[in-house]
């Protein structure tokens, strides 16, 4: 087991990532230039742990060996010894290279040097590296000591020993490893683009409301936030950039337009709770109450047509399941590391692997061709897995 580990960045990401390897037992050294930020996420460290104490997880000496495994530093050459490194910065590719090649300066040849990006390029993160064969990405979700999920991402140059090393590693940290190819937004990010891309949709349609919506997909889909609870929560303007960044890197495939509405809104200010304002209004105290739009089911622009809850929850759940099983189709990871992806990484109540054959597969099929026969758009195009487990009367599982 890998027991002295080094994290570059404080910020909320890199601390917990701190906090889950000084769990596991590793001698964690968490760097960052600015003495603040350190002094920050020690304190904050110091305040989950107490909270930890008072609800009876963990005792005091448990807390004491946990904070002791921690050492904040403020310079690259003190992480000289780490086993591994896992780098939680700013989202800039350029930034993220500078750090890795002076880094990789101080560590020894046997050092992993991993990146916790959630959609850059591992393979171009890799290449400013002399041993581009030890990089690897190792993207933890937030927050990282509650989410069970860790996607592991070997880059074209990345060694089999490191990716072996690396999956062995974050599961002895009691993580459920998903393995996923070096594709824009990996797993989730990539297949949850349609929980928040067609419920925008929707709205832009003049189908339903922000709040009508959430409701379908908490009520009749069981999700425990619906799409704009969630951008709220994560931001629109990090949510967007995230959007943007994945319809770029696909070359533009209109599946992963981003919405127009979004856009205005992080353009407003409107990012969500940190904000006080999004797609809905957070008081003080963070309560959230609805805001008063024009649209309600039942009354949709130009046409007499009335779109029932169900319908709504249908439509984003076709979207879902038909951008996994386009995953797997393109092998990005296995239909058993999609589902538990989803499951353990955003909370979604199913795989939607394993939705696709509840629905089954003629269902799906079904769906998306009206879908496409309405709009006449690739967006909705189905995927061709789809089509060939409909021929073959196939399922996922």
Not at 39 to 56: C, N, P
Not at 232 to 252: C, K, L, P, R
Not at 264 to 271: H, K, L, V
Not at 307 to 314: D, G, L, M, N, T
Request: net charge negative; proline share 3%; with cysteine.
């Amino acid at each position: 087991m890998i027991k002295n580990v080094g994290i570059i960045g404080s910020g909320t990401m890199g601390a917990g990532i701190a906090q889950v390897a000084a769990t596991a037992g590793c001698s964690v050294k968490l760097y960052d230039t600015k003495t603040e930020a350190l002094e920050k996420a020690k304190a904050d460290l110091e305040k989950i742990m107490d909270r930890l104490v008072e609800k009876g997880k963990i005792d005091s000496p448990e807390k004491e060996r946990i904070q002791n495994n921690i050492k904040y530093v403020s310079t690259l050459k003190e992480l000289k010894n780490s086993d591994l490194t896992i780098e939680a910065i700013i989202e800039n590719l350029d930034i993220k290279k500078n750090v890795f090649s002076t880094l990789e300066k101080f560590v020894s040849d046997d050092c992993i040097i991993a990146s916790n990006t959630s959609s850059l390029s591992i393979a171009s993160i890799a290449s400013s590296l002399q041993k581009p064969e030890r990089c690897i990405g190792i993207h933890f979700f937030n927050p990282a000591p509650l989410m069970k999920l860790v996607e592991v991402i070997p880059a074209i140059q990345t060694s089999e020993e490191t990716l072996k090393t690396s999956v062995e590693n974050i599961k002895e940290w009691g993580k459920t490893v998903a393995v996923a190819k070096d594709t824009p937004g990996f797993i989730v990010n990539r297949v949850a683009r349609p929980f928040y891309g067609e419920a925008l949709r929707i709205y832009e349609e003049g189908i339903a409301s922000f709040a009508e919506i959430d409701s379908a997909m908490k009520e009749i889909g069981g999700f425990r936030m619906g799409p704009f609870e969630l951008m709220d929560f994560i931001g629109n303007d990090v949510n967007y950039i995230v959007t943007e960044t994945v319809f770029e890197a696909f070359y533009y495939d209109p599946r992963y337009k981003p919405s127009f509405t979004q856009k205005r809104f992080s353009e407003a200010g409107y990012w969500g709770r940190k904000s006080g304002k999004g797609y809905y209004d957070y008081s003080e105290d963070g309560k959230m109450s609805a805001r008063a739009l024009p649209i309600a089911i039942g009354t949709r622009m130009n046409s007499e047509e009335t779109v029932s809850s169900a319908e709504i929850f249908e439509r984003i759940l076709i979207m879902l399941i038909n951008e996994a099983a386009d995953a797997l189709f393109w092998n990005i990871a296995s239909a058993e590391d999609i589902d538990n992806a989803m499951t353990k990484g955003v909370n979604y109540p199913k795989g939607l692997l394993a939705w696709a054959d509840e629905k089954e597969i003629d269902w799906c099929v079904k769906k998306m061709d009206e879908l496409y026969e309405i709009y006449h758009e690739d967006r909705y195009r189905c995927s061709p897995l789809l089509r060939r487990m409909k021929k073959e009367k196939r399922t996922f599982y």
